[in-house]
Every structure is written in structure tokens, then in C-alpha cells.
């Protein structure tokens, strides 16, 4: 089992940034692909980002979010910047521990979940 936890959700300005972590335990694997996706108030969950050995990015969020990982501390990071209105969404890390086509862009090709964190952005 993979335990996912999410951090650094919050209330920002339109333009200014955040990070979130979302840190890994149990059996946690540097060849897992480790996503973000987003669930904004009556919207169905999208993709945002994926990490393994690239990186892959909503067209959405090109140029202004960048994922990163840290291995040694089983972490992966979101980094959010020029925030907008419409980033405005629940933020879920997800985790694929099995070998499959990539990237993974779709909810279903992810076998672990964090909670979410709350992310939201005022005009």
C-alpha cells in the first residue's frame, strides 16, 4: 500500500503562487509515475501534470506550473505560479505503482489517491 498526503493548499491572489507537496509512504517506488490533478466545484477531475522520467502538463497550466520529485524524500512538489481564478480546484496527488503506457493522463491508469488540497485563487 501507498499512502499520499497532500500540503500547501490555501487562499492566494490572482498572480502569486504556491506550492504544493504531496509527500509518499509505505511502498513507495522512484518508477512510480506520480501525477496532480484538479477538481474544480462541479467539474469533473482533470489532469494537470505527470512525473516519471519526463514530465507531461495540461495545456491549461504550460509555463506556469512545474512538478518535480524528490526521491530521498519520497516527495513529489507542484509548483503554481501566476495564479489564476480558474486554477481555483481541489488538488489530488495520484500514484501509479504498475508499469503501463505513458504518460498516464486519465484518473482510471492511477492506482493511489491523496486527499486533495484546497487551493484557491481571488480575482
Known amino acids: 500500500q501507498v499512502q499520499l498526503v497532500e500540503s500547501g493548499g490555501g487562499l492566494v491572489e490572482a498572480g502569486n503562487s504556491l506550492r504544493l507537496s504531496c509527500a509518499a509512504s509505505?511502498?513507495?517506488?522512484?518508477?512510480?509515475?506520480m501525477g496532480w490533478f484538479r477538481q474544480a466545484p462541479g467539474k469533473e477531475r482533470e489532469f494537470v501534470t505527470v512525473?516519471?522520467?519526463?514530465?507531461y502538463y495540461a495545456d491549461s497550466v504550460k509555463g506556469r506550473i512545474t512538478i518535480s520529485r524528490d526521491n530521498a524524500k519520497n516527495t513529489v512538489y507542484l509548483q503554481m505560479n501566476s495564479l489564476k481564478p480558474e486554477d481555483t480546484a481541489v488538488y489530488y496527488c495520484?500514484?501509479?505503482?504498475?508499469?503501463?503506457?505513458?504518460?498516464?493522463?486519465?484518473?482510471?491508469?492511477?492506482?493511489?489517491w491523496g486527499q486533495g488540497t484546497r487551493v484557491t485563487v481571488s480575482s
Open positions: 495520484a500514484a501509479r505503482s504498475y508499469s503501463g503506457k505513458y504518460p498516464p493522463f486519465s484518473r482510471q491508469e492511477y492506482n493511489y
Open positions: 509505505g511502498r513507495t517506488g522512484s518508477s512510480f509515475a
Open positions: 512525473i516519471n522520467w519526463n514530465t
